[in-house]
Nanobody
Framework: QVQLVESGGGLVQAGGSLRLSCTAS????????VAWFRQAPGKEREGVSS???????YYADSVKDRFTISRDSAKNTVYLQMNSLKPEDTAIYYC???????????????????WGQGTQVTVAA
């Protein structure tokens, strides 16, 4: 059983930035495909960004050029840097992993094995 812990959520004004962090225990984030999903009240869960074991990154169109996913293997952590935040980015953000490190549809939730508890991101207008 792998546990994921997210941090970094909070309240920010529109146009501001936040950085989310995700660590796994036990296990090495360097071996996994890791993604961030989000879910806003009354909306379906949405894939935001993903990074493969090999370092390929993927983004939803809604966050492209604003969000950046990265991995620091030394710290066993994956980050989601979120800039130019908009009120529509308000959601619970979940970190997810695929143990094999390879996913064919990186922004679909069914590809992933473990989910974190989520961290709330609120963007005020």
């Amino acid at each position: 059983q792998v546990q994921l812990v997210e941090s970094g959520g909070g309240l920010v004004q529109a146009g501001g930035s936040l950085r989310l962090s995700c660590t796994a225990s036990p296990g090495s984030m360097a071996h996994y495909a890791v993604a961030w999903f989000r879910q806003a009240p009354g909306k379906e869960r949405e894939g935001v960004s993903s990074i493969s074991r090999g370092g390929n990154t993927y983004y939803a169109d809604s966050v492209k050029d604003r969000f950046t996913i990265s991995r620091d293997s030394a710290k066993n952590t994956v980050y989601l840097q979120m800039n130019s935040l908009k009120p529509e980015d308000t959601a619970i953000y979940y970190c997810v992993i695929d143990l094999s490190g390879l996913v064919y549809r990186p922004l679909l939730p069914g590809e992933y094995d473990y989910w974190g508890q989520g961290t709330q991101v609120t963007v005020a207008a």
